[in-house]
């Protein structure tokens, strides 16, 4: 979307944030989870330290993700200006129903061919119990 902002001039109408609470939810196979639960912690460990680093280190983070995709640093920066780099959190209740909510929307719209009960799929993840 930024890019074609700076590129073409396009206008932002509407973004997901008008229209659902949007997350980003990382999904692993079930026996990984359950035969590696320590592994997996320190993965999503290793996950927010990475993301500690892009935070502090903005600039720096954009030339790599310019090397990495093409996309020139100054998209990068136009796309996070203003926004923090959120931290990895575990799942509450609140967290749950609201994903509820957006898999039983998606549900009935026909998106997704059988509902889906998320709770059944959570791992919860405590990042200072090891």
Request: hydrophobic share 40%; with cysteine; glycine share 4%.
């Amino acid at each position: 979307m930024t890019s074609a902002q700076l590129d073409l001039g396009a206008r932002t109408l509407v973004t997901r944030r008008e229209l659902v609470d949007g997350r980003s939810c990382y999904l692993a196979a079930e026996a990984f989870v359950d035969e590696h639960p320590d592994l997996l912690a320190r993965i999503l460990e290793q996950h927010q330290a990475a993301t500690d680093w892009a935070d502090a280190h903005r600039a720096e983070y954009y030339t790599l993700l310019e090397e990495d995709t093409g996309i020139p640093a100054e998209v990068w920066n136009e796309t996070y200006a203003g926004r923090e780099f959120y931290d990895l959190e575990p799942l509450t209740p609140e967290i749950i129903a609201s994903q509820q909510g957006v898999a039983d929307t998606l549900f009935n719209l026909g998106v997704i061919p059988q509902a889906v009960t998320v709770q059944d799929a959570v791992w919860l993840w405590r990042p200072d119990a090891r």
